[in-house]
């Protein structure tokens, strides 16, 4: 993974992000669903996302968990992945890499290529709900595509979780960030923010619709799995809804409690960021419309992502080569 860390620019995987959303869009990609396995006893799932881009010649299959309790009682992250890059001509593995960092950040890109299309152009204010590892990725990506912000504040459950994110980063992001600060309640996180992201393992909202204001963007990242949600049903009412797919939005991401409930329906999305990326529908189009993106993770965004790193790595002269495979 230090490798890895070392190989990935966030600006380069913001581009290939990018690019997997235009694809998408194009419909130019073999991408089933994520299949989930639910391991319910240890409060955690497993999924397998396969993907094949034909123009690129790329395909890869993504095994990624999501186990809340891992850091608390077993010192090992929430998510851990690992990824196997395949040969599309043989089908015989190419290489096998961490995918932990890969998924950290394509996730953090995907919200900078929404915030870039849905939030308004002047955005100077972040909030954070949750101060895990993807929280990290989100200010990254989100600063990357803003350059310079005037306000951040993060909030956790775990108030030290928040002030760890901000004593790190407050020296690497002093020129880009005007102030930093942790907040002991969400709703401080929220009001008056000019984009919001929700990025907790929570399953019951946190964000209040009274918070949410005209002109705000949300990313909506936590909500990956059946019954998890972080925001309330109403904000999904006047929202601007943009979904990454909508087979894995209404099964596993924010808009899958409601949608469940028979509360929200596909008629309720304005549009997937593909479409707003290849042009197919605009995407914010007024100062006060409220925007949201309801992320669950695309599997072409891993395989756009690991070829960078693969192609990186090759360069650099790093990583193992080892026999797998044998000719027959
Ligand atoms: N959409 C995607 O593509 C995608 C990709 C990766 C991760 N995720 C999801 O993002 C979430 C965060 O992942 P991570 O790697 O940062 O996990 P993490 O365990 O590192 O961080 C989660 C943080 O959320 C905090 N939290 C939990 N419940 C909370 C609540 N009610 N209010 C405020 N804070 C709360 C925890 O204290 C923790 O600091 C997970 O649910 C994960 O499944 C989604």
Request: aromatic share 6%; glycine share 6%.
């Amino acid at each position: 993974m230090d490798d890895l860390k070392r190989l990935l620019e966030m600006k380069d995987v913001l581009a290939v992000v990018e690019n997997a959303f235009r694809l998408a869009g194009l419909k130019k990609v073999q991408m089933p669903p994520k299949m989930y396995l639910f391991f319910e006893k240890y409060n955690g799932d497993l999924r397998c996302m396969p993907s094949y881009i034909e123009d690129l010649d790329l395909s890869a299959v993504k095994i990624v968990n999501v186990h809340m309790n891992n850091p608390k009682k077993h010192d090992l992250r929430t998510i851990m992945a690992t990824l196997v890059l395949i040969d599309p001509a043989t089908g015989a593995p190419l290489a096998i890499m961490d995918g932990t960092h890969i998924t950290d950040m394509r996730t953090g890109a995907a919200s900078g290529i929404a915030s870039k299309y849905l939030a308004r152009k002047d955005s100077r204010s972040l909030g954070l709900i949750g101060a895990g590892f993807q929280a990290r990725m989100q200010l990254l990506a989100i600063l990357q595509t803003f350059e310079k912000l005037d306000d951040v504040r993060v909030y956790d459950i775990l108030p030290a979780a928040s002030e760890n994110l901000v004593a790190e980063s407050t020296e690497r992001y002093r020129e880009r960030i005007r102030s930093l600060t942790a907040v002991d309640n969400p709703k401080d996180a929220v009001e008056g923010m000019d984009i919001v992201v929700t990025c907790t393992t929570s399953r019951k909202p946190i964000v209040k619709n009274s918070w949410i204001s005209p002109g705000q963007h949300i990313n909506c990242i936590g909500a990956d799995a059946p019954g998890k949600q972080e925001i309330e049903v109403e904000i999904l009412k006047r929202a601007k809804v943009v979904v990454d797919n909508w087979a894995q939005a209404s099964h596993s991401g924010e808009i899958n409690v409601p949608f469940s409930q028979g509360i929200f329906s596909e008629d309720d999305v304005y549009a997937t960021i593909g479409d707003i990326v290849v042009g197919n529908k605009p995407g914010r189009v007024s100062d006060d419309e409220i925007t949201l993106f309801c992320s669950t993770g695309l599997a072409i965004q891993d395989v756009l992502t690991a070829k960078l790193a693969f192609d990186a790595a090759r360069k650099n002269g790093l990583g193992k080569e080892f026999e797998l495979i044998q000719s027959i």
